[in-house]
């Protein structure tokens, strides 16, 4: 059987909205105002309350909200910050940005995301700060990691570039920890027509740094009280985010459906299916099935044009930027063994229900 079902469809997603996105950018246009001001202003407060924060600081991407969340905390050469040993590269990148050094824990295999039970036996006199993923969509078990913050006095920064709209034990992920970093890459849950990113958190002190270090370390123009970044949301952006807030939980919802009807579907086959957490309401950003013969089942899927992506094929201890950690294969047998086994299939709120039968058809054969 041969059918086209594509890993993603943004285009689809644009023209849902066609209409309120298109005029959404046509005010920014006519505005005459292209950095920062009143439509980045609305978005911040938008986005705050949605997460449940006190305060939302809109940034370039993804990468540089957990940079500049790393500098905002004072982190640098010296400093240690303890990581998923199966997270994209970003994660890591933005420790290394700051001159600090990446310490990764491995994630159990069960929920994929970093094990509290572990972070203990990494944390050294030089561990500053604690950096969980909410990876694939599903919140990471936060009270024992802010428990042990807690007890070592440490920062926690979430990266919550997968979990937009996620709930931990009933609360949307966005304040539990020090700093929650968000990306708005367009194929994220809430994403943007191009780069776009943002903090959130419940401290003022750390908003109004970060708030500072994103635009030339300057508060008032041409007056510069540290050396910051150009690290700005763009009002287009923005203003596309606004429109797709407004559907974010319907969508969110979407996506829900079609893993309940995934995770039928697949219930006999001889994939290991994702599991969810009892503390967690994942928005399931990808569907991540494992299988020790994951190439032979891409090929198979490919065959049968449906798309499929790997996050992610290599560990970022193995890749050639960290070679200088000399973390060989073996380093991190869960995160190896993951990369190895897992495969993405076809997810998003544009996706139609009913093509996900045959997809399932597919996998068990
Ligand atoms: C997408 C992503 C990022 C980086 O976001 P960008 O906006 O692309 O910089 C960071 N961490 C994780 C887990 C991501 O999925």
Not at 345 to 363: E, F, H, K, N
């Amino acid at each position: 059987m041969i059918f086209k079902v594509p890993f993603l469809d943004l285009r689809a997603a644009y023209l849902e909205l066609k209409p309120e996105i298109d005029a959404a950018i046509a005010r920014v246009l006519d505005s005459g105002w292209y950095i920062l001001g009143s439509e980045v202003e609305a978005f911040e407060a938008e986005w705050a309350q949605y997460c449940g924060a006190s305060h939302a600081v809109g940034v370039g991407n993804g990468l540089d909200a957990l940079t500049l969340a790393l500098r905002a905390l004072e982190i640098g050469p010296g400093d240690e910050v303890i990581v998923p040993s199966n997270t994209y590269i970003a994660t890591w990148l933005a420790v290394s940005a700051v001159g600090a050094t990446p310490v990764p824990v491995e994630p159990d295999l069960a929920t994929y995301n970093i094990d509290p039970a572990l972070i203990p036996a990494a944390i050294t006199p030089r561990t500053k700060a604690l950096l969980p993923v909410h990876l694939y969509g599903q919140p990471a078990n936060l009270d024992p990691i802010l428990a042990i913050a807690r007890q070592h006095n440490l920062s926690v920064v979430e990266d919550a570039a997968q979990a937009h709209g996620a709930l931990y034990k009933g609360q949307r992920i966005g304040a539990h920890g020090d700093i929650v970093c968000w990306s708005f890459y367009p194929g994220k849950n809430l994403g943007a027509l191009g780069d776009a990113g943002a903090i959130t958190t419940n401290r003022a002190d750390l908003a109004d740094r970060i708030r500072i270090l994103r635009n030339y370390g300057s508060r008032l123009k041409y007056v510069n009280e540290v050396k910051g970044f150009n690290s700005r949301l763009d009002p287009i952006q923005a203003a596309v985010l606004r429109v797709k807030l407004l559907v974010l939980d319907e969508w969110n919802a979407r996506r829900r459906v079609i893993a309940q009807r995934y995770l039928e579907g697949l219930a006999g086959s001889a994939l290991v299916l994702p599991k969810v957490a009892e503390w967690a309401e994942p928005v399931w950003h990808l569907f991540v099935v494992r299988h020790p013969e994951r190439d032979a089942l891409v090929k198979r899927l490919n065959e049968a044009g449906v798309g499929s992506l790997i996050h992610y094929p290599v560990p970022p201890h193995l890749q050639e930027a960290y070679a200088e950690m000399e973390l060989g294969m073996g380093a991190f047998p869960v995160a190896e063994r993951m990369a190895g086994e897992v495969v993405s299939l076809p997810m998003g709120a544009q996706l139609s229900a009913t093509s996900i039968d045959p997809i399932c058809r597919v996998c068990n054969e």
